[in-house]
């Protein structure tokens, strides 16, 4: 599978390294240009490739969308249709500034991406999980310690091929949802955020949840 990576950060390219690593064609781009990421791709192995954030979106049949929030207005403003994005993206107050319409739970910040891009399948997932654990923690199918990844998206067909891409890196995926009402369920404040659990254990957590 092609996987376009739009953002270089500590989750941007761990999961740029662990797709390579299992086969998939993978390029990898930030805001600042392809030049300032060859020490990077060098790290990372498996052939990725920088490339500009336009370049990521029209390559991938997957594309990550791996920035901080606050900068989702700088996202390429075409190319999606057909594509499968992925939004590891959480608002941080303090470090995007206030917006009202997340403050006040008018909506969550998954659909003012996906509304961005145009109204293309998103998924949210790997947003609460700490990067450090994608890089460390994938395990088996079947062993007790392999941990889930909630994920939520409006569309299935594009929840199960980022589910797929879960499990193939070692984890779990759970479905928490549609994007706004599931997603809301593993942004940051929430007790599915940042939880190291397996399946079962997440699971429980989501279908109890009260925020």
């Given amino acids: 599978m092609r996987i376009g990576i739009i953002g270089a ?7 740029a390294r662990q797709f390579a690593r299992i086969g998939h064609e993978v390029v990898i781009s930030n805001s600042r240009g392809p030049q300032t990421l060859q020490a990077l ?3 990372l192995g498996g052939g990725v490739r920088a490339v500009t954030p336009a370049e990521a979106v029209a390559f991938g049949e997957v594309v990550v969308v791996s920035v901080p929030y606050g900068r989702y ?4 403003a075409e190319g999606f249709d057909g594509k499968v994005v992925i939004d590891t993206c959480n608002y941080y107050p303090e470090r995007d500034g206030h917006d009202p319409d997340l403050d006040s739970g008018a909506t969550t910040s998954s659909e003012k991406i996906r509304d961005q891009l145009g109204g293309a399948d998103v998924v949210k ?5 700490h990067w450090e654990n994608i890089r460390d923690r994938g395990r088996p199918k079947g062993d007790p310690e392999r941990l ?4 939520s998206g409006g569309d299935e067909d594009a929840k199960a091929v980022v589910a797929g891409l879960i499990r193939d890196i070692g984890f779990d995926p759970l479905d928490a ?3 706004g009402r599931g997603g809301s369920k593993h942004q940051p404040g929430t007790r599915l955020y ?8 997440a699971s429980a ?3 109890t949840h009260a925020g």
């Fill in 148 to 151: 889930a990844i909630p994920i």
């Fill in 9 to 15: 950060g500590h989750i941007g390219a761990t999961l």
């Fill in 205 to 207: 957590l989501l279908h």
């Fill in 125 to 129: 997932a790997f947003n609460a999980i």
């Fill in 194 to 201: 940042g939880a190291e659990l397996n399946a079962e254990e």
């Fill in 41 to 43: 791709v060098q790290n």
């Fill in 177 to 179: 949802g549609y994007l």
């Fill in 73 to 76: 207005r700088e996202l390429p």
